[in-house]
């Protein structure tokens, strides 16, 4: 079992800066960690992701401006996001699979845990 807690959402204008924490908590083994976010009367959408290794992945709309960072002493997971926008506001979630094979991290994996999400809010 992976226990996941996010932090770190808020309240920022755009153009603003972010940054989520993801402490996780549990075995994760060889394991592929992501960052989604979901916002009101919208289906969850991925955003970037980072495997045990280090590769990294990421959506066309985080590309540029989001950086998706591990610290694995701390077994936390973060997401530098700059440069917001009002449509990035949405509940962000962390996620782990463990038992990753290797390579990079797809956005669609099937990822089992999940956290409780972090609210954030872009304002114009």
């Known amino acids: 079992q992976v226990q996941l807690v996010e932090s770190g959402g808020g309240s920022v204008q755009a153009g603003g800066s972010l940054r989520l924490s993801c402490a996780a908590s549990?075995?994760?083994?060889?394991?592929?960690m992501g960052w989604f976010r979901q916002a009101p009367g919208e289906e969850r959408e991925g955003v970037a992701t980072?495997?045990?290794?280090?590769?990294?992945n990421y959506a066309d709309s985080a590309k540029g401006r989001f950086t998706i960072s591990q610290d694995n002493a701390k077994s936390t997971l973060y997401l530098h996001m700059t440069s917001l926008k009002p449509e990035d506001t949405a509940m962000y979630y962390c996620?782990?699979?463990?038992?990753w094979g290797g390579g990079v991290c797809s956005l669609d994996l099937p990822f089992p845990y999940w956290g409780q999400g972090t609210q954030v809010t872009v304002s114009s």
């Open positions: 996620a782990a699979l463990t038992g």
């Open positions: 980072i495997s045990s290794t280090g590769t990294t």
């Open positions: 549990g075995n994760r083994g060889s394991y592929c």
